[in-house]
């Protein structure tokens, strides 16, 4: 191809280009700059090049694979990988998204056993409350579902007021399986990323912020049980 070819070939894209963004919303607009502005900057960096401006022609083109590759960085290191935190009690199994915080839960036992706690109505996750009073643990990590799904919920509740601020023993120790469950991540992590994951976690759910004393303590034990071959 001549060079005359190329550049006609390098205006008709950009010419393209520029009807469809002129065209795009400001969301689209933004997205598509991340990726067809290195393309552009390369563009023009080859049409100099070959019109014998190659010290600025390879500076463009050497700025356009730079910017190319911070942005992969950059989106690389913004993707969330969806991590879950999971905590099992005798009758219920709730897990917590690390990156919206919302809380979804199962049944595991009594009359709803087998249900989300999502597709349950307040009076139906009152009524599972009440049949937990034998059940500290999984009493708690209802409560913990309740004020997030149902701020207020306990106006109207029999229970102490209070319940929520305990912590219940607990079942026996945690095991590492659990452990890593509970704070998101593969069996084997190192202790950086478990100190990682706990940071996190705990900073959206310590009691002093408004969180849940009991998955805060959880998450405590969790990170204790990881990080106890490294004391």
């Known amino acids: 191809m001549t060079v005359i070819g190329i550049i006609a070939a390098v205006l008709l894209v950009l010419t393209v280009l520029a009807i469809g963004l002129a ?13 067809a502005g290195p393309l552009l900057l390369g563009l023009v960096g080859l049409v100099l090049l070959l019109l014998g401006r190659a010290a600025v022609g390879g500076g463009l083109i050497s700025a356009a694979l730079a910017w190319y590759a911070s942005g992969k960085r950059i989106r690389n290191a913004t993707k969330t990988p969806g991590r879950r935190s999971t905590v099992r009690t005798a009758a219920l199994e709730m897990e917590l998204d690390h990156d919206t915080g919302a809380l979804q839960g199962l049944v595991l036992a009594g009359r709803q056993e087998g249900k989300s706690l999502a597709s349950l109505g307040l009076i139906e996750l009152k009524a ?15 409560e913990t579902y309740l004020d997030s799904r149902f701020p207020v919920w306990r106006e109207d509740a029999k229970a102490d007021r209070n319940d929520g601020q305990r912590v219940a023993p607990g079942s026996g120790a ?8 509970i704070l998101g ?24 912020l408004g969180g849940s004393s009991f998955l805060a303590a959880r998450i405590n034990e969790a990170k204790d049980v990881l990080l106890s071959d490294h004391h």
Do not use: N, W
């Open 23 to 35: 065209r795009a919303d400001a969301a689209v607009l933004a997205r598509a700059l991340k990726t």
């Open 128 to 142: 599972l409350y009440q049949e937990l009073s034998g059940d500290p643990e999984s009493r708690q990590l209802l």
């Open 174 to 181: 945690m095991t590492k399986e659990e452990a890593y469950k």
């Open 185 to 208: 991540l593969e069996a084997g992590a190192a202790a950086a990323d478990v100190r990682k994951a706990h940071r996190r976690l705990i900073q959206r759910l310590h009691p002093d």
